[in-house]
């Protein structure tokens, strides 16, 4: 059974820092696409951004509203996707979600989701 | 980036009803598109991607349609169940766009 279990979640000041991890298991992670989508209290989802597997180059793709400041990053020997978040501003407030198709599949829509971790900014 | 427009953001429908959203993209997006349910609390779950391909597991009443910048979703018979929020989002290119939801309510 695939599982995603986000975890780092909290309340950050403005300004501040955060890294959210996404633990994975139940599939092949080394060789699947994942990607953060967010949610604002009340609003719609965002996508937050993408890391291809390593065997596919490794590479990472993110909107203009977190370009720059968002660093998705992974390791693979423990299963394991990383959400790096700097420069926080209030509006980065939402839950997170990481999201996946599965192993070799590099579709851009998802089937598997974790449960989601509440980021807070908040002075 | 493509703007993705969903209508009508809200919807009110009885069990048994049949129902469509309508989701329009400002540029052709050919047929990348899914769509997903979302109830409170709880992560996204997609049932339609490609347009019109049904996800494994997912009932059969839940339909799309469409290719190009209009797309829909039909649920043919509405069941208790659906009460839900529906997204569609494109994965045509980067960045990965949703619609802004539209919320289905009973009447």
């Known amino acids: 059974e695939v599982q995603l279990v986000e975890s780092g979640g909290g309340l950050v000041k403005p300004g501040g820092s955060l890294r959210l991890s996404c633990a994975a298991s139940?599939?092949?992670?080394?060789?699947?696409?994942m990607s953060w989508v967010r949610q604002a209290p009340g609003k719609g989802l965002e996508w937050v951004g993408r890391?291809?597997?390593?065997?596919?180059?490794?590479?990472?793709d993110y909107p203009a509203p977190v370009k720059g400041r968002f660093t998705i990053s992974r390791d693979d020997s423990k299963n394991t996707l990383y959400l790096q978040l700097n420069s926080l501003a209030t509006e980065d407030t939402a839950v997170y979600y990481c999201t996946t198709r599965g192993a070799y599949d590099s579709s851009g829509y998802w089937g598997y989701w974790g449960q989601g971790t509440l980021l807070t900014v908040s002075s | 980036d493509i703007q993705m427009t969903q209508s009508p953001s809200t919807l009110s429908a009885s069990v048994g009803d049949r129902v469509t959203i309508t989701c329009r993209a400002s540029?052709?997006?050919?047929?990348?598109l899914a769509w997903y349910q979302q109830k409170p609390g709880k992560a996204p779950k997609l049932l339609i991607y490609?347009?019109?391909s049904l996800e494994s597991g997912v009932q059969s009443r839940f339909s799309g349609s469409g290719s190009g910048t209009e797309f829909t979703l039909t649920i043919s018979s509405l069941q208790p169940d659906d009460f839900a929020t529906y997204y569609c989002?494109?994965?045509?290119?980067?960045?990965?766009?949703f619609g802004q939801g539209t919320k289905l309510e009973i009447k």
């Open positions: 540029q052709s997006i050919s047929i990348w």
């Open positions: 890391i291809k597997s390593k065997t596919d180059g490794g590479t990472t």
């Open positions: 139940g599939f092949s992670f080394s060789n699947a696409w």
């Open positions: 490609k347009a019109s």
């Open positions: 989002q494109q994965y045509n290119g980067y960045p990965y766009t």
